[in-house]
Structures are given as C-alpha cells and as structure tokens.
C-alpha cells in the first residue's frame, strides 16, 4: 500500500511538473542585437516588430546624407550641371581624408550618387555649397524637412554627419526612410553596388563601392540603405528592406565594429523569419553597455544631444 501511495506521488509529481516545461519551451526567445538603438517597423500595417531604445537621441553620423539628398533633390536643381568640388564652407572637412580632389568637378548627379552610395564627404558638402542661397540656407532647408516630416527629436549642423551635433532617434529616421522611399533617384542610387566616375579639371577616374555590403547579398532584397560611422555615433545603418515576405524600415544606431550593424541586419531577419536567436559577441555588448552607462551617469539617455534639442 505504501508502495502504491509512494508510485501514486512520483507520478503526479512528473506530471505536475510537465505544463512547467511547457510553457518554458513555448515561451519566445526575443533577439538581442549589438546596437544601442533598433527598430523595425512593417511598413505596411505599421506594427513594430522590434524595438529597443527608440526615442534615444543620439549622433547618426552620415545616415545625415539621405536628408542631404532630399533638399537637393526637393529644389529641383539640374542634375547634369557640372560642380566643382568644395569644402571651404564645412569646418568638420578639415583634415579629413578623401581621394576626391578639390577643385575638380562631376556633375550634382554623380554628386548625389557618392553620396548616398558611398557616402564621399566632399560630394555632400559641394551639394551644400552650390545650394541656392548657399550652405547656411541648405542646413536651414535640412531642418526645416526634418520638421515637416515630423522628426520632433532631429537636428542637423552640417550635410555630412561628421558632426556629432547632428542627433536623430531611431523613430525619426523611420520618418525619413518612409520619406526617401519617395524619391526613386535616393533609392536607385543608395543601393548601387559600385561605379567608376570620371572627374575634370583635372581629369581622372575612380571607382567607388556602396558602404553597404549587404547590397550585394543574394539572400537581401534591399530598396534604400545609408550606413555612417563616426566615433561618437558608432556604426549605424537604415534600410528600406523585406523581412519574412513583409516590407520593412529597418534602423539599428551606435553599433560595435566595422560589420556590426550588418551583423544585426542579418540577426534580426533571421530571427523575424526562424525565430532562430543569434548570439552577439561579447566585446559588441560590452560596448552596448558602457554606452548605457556613459549616458546615465550623464543623467539622461541622450545627454549632450538632447541638451542641442531643448536649445536650438
């Protein structure tokens, strides 16, 4: 009898326990990604499918070019004229490297190609340049497309992003893809996978590549893409994608090393299409998380950049 009762309680016990394992099974394992800020919206119904931190303020360093290339394209200027390359107006170009010399000229086309494809810093800031009214009036016109758009947690100083006084949230570069989906040219040109263009005064050739290296990718269906990197913003990347059959606004911001933020391009489609969780590398969240710390010992998340909102 003692027997039974003690068999009688093993086996409750065993199934007592089963329902516990179940739901721990089904319970859904979300994706961590190495970036400070994501989002990713369906662009279709407008459900948020991932988020973290999206109202974070923080550097965007050259995602700052599809904005450049909106005003541009919004004054309707000709794209066959030929421009001469300049960057006096733009105090963050000094000591900056590029192949591209001074002086020589392509057209506001191939202008606008460089700069959307391979972010050429000295083709944003000669867009500025040549802008009616000049540069000033071209940081004014960014500002004032920001503000129509929307982007209430957005601010720009220069055309390039080398600025770090240039700040967005992840929300409002959602704005701003929606936005450049608009213009066919910014989609054309930001997912070209690579072109040589042929400079004058003096002549001379170069090839350039899109930043971009999932642009080349068999397994990516990508419609508008801009990457930026700067110290301060870290690797960033927007995109106008498809994820699991679905079109896609995809935006990861301050991210750890040089693929990063390609590495959680690919972590998240993997998981929004499996459901499979990738793991992020140890020195990308260590990363993560001293700039989590940088911003609350600050004493708020976006610090010096929500103190350029609140001012300007």
């Known amino acids: 009898m003692k027997l039974r009762r003690t068999v009688a309680s093993l086996l409750f016990a065993c199934l007592a326990s089963l329902p516990v394992i179940h739901a721990q099974a089904?319970?859904?394992?979300?994706?961590?990604?190495?970036?400070?800020?994501?989002?990713?919206?369906?662009?279709?119904?407008?459900?948020?499918?991932?988020?973290s931190n999206p109202d974070m303020v923080v550097p965007i360093a050259s995602v700052t070019k599809l904005m450049t290339a909106m005003v541009v394209l919004d004054a309707k200027l000709p794209l066959d004229q030929a421009l001469p390359v300049t960057i006096r107006d733009a105090k963050e170009m000094q000591g900056v490297y590029s192949r591209v010399r001074i002086g020589s000229e392509i057209s506001r086309r191939e202008m606008l190609l460089l700069t959307l494809m391979s972010s050429e810093n000295r083709a944003a800031a000669s867009l500025a340049h040549h802008y009616p009214g000049g540069y000033a009036a071209f940081i004014q016109a960014m500002n004032a497309k920001a503000r129509a758009l929307g982007m209430s947690r957005t601010h720009y100083v220069e055309p390039?992003?080398?600025?770090?006084?240039?700040?967005?949230?992840?929300?409002?570069?959602?704005?701003?893809?929606?936005?450049?989906?608009?213009?066919?040219?910014?989609?054309?040109?930001?997912?070209?996978?690579?072109?040589?263009?042929?400079?004058?005064?003096?002549?001379?050739?170069?090839?350039?590549?899109n930043t971009n290296a999932l642009v080349r990718k068999n397994n990516w269906d990508i419609q508008l893409s801009k990457t930026g990197f700067t110290n301060a913003a870290g690797h960033c990347l927007v995109m106008s994608t498809t994820m699991k059959q679905r079109p896609v606004a995809f935006v990861v911001l301050d991210a750890f090393g040089k693929y990063t933020h390609m590495a959680d391009a690919n972590r998240?489609?993997?998981?929004?299409?499996?459901?499979?969780?990738?793991?992020?590398?140890?020195?990308?969240?260590?990363?993560?998380?001293?700039?989590?710390?940088?911003?609350?010992?600050?004493?708020?998340?976006?610090?010096?950049?929500?103190?350029?909102?609140?001012?300007?």
């Open 160 to 209: 390039t992003g080398l600025s770090e006084r240039n700040v967005s949230s992840a929300n409002d570069l959602v704005k701003l893809i929606r936005a450049s989906r608009q213009y066919p040219l910014i989609q054309q040109f930001s997912t070209t996978d690579e072109k040589t263009v042929a400079f004058r005064k003096p002549n001379y050739t170069l090839g350039f590549r």
């Open 26 to 51: 089904a319970k859904p394992m979300v994706q961590e990604l190495a970036s400070g800020s994501a989002l990713l919206v369906d662009l279709n119904t407008n459900e948020v499918l991932y988020s």
């Open 268 to 312: 998240l489609k993997k998981w929004l299409e499996t459901g499979t969780v990738t793991p992020v590398p140890a020195a990308a969240l260590a990363y993560k998380q001293q700039k989590q710390a940088q911003r609350q010992l600050a004493g708020q998340p976006a610090d010096a950049a929500q103190a350029l909102l609140e001012t300007r």
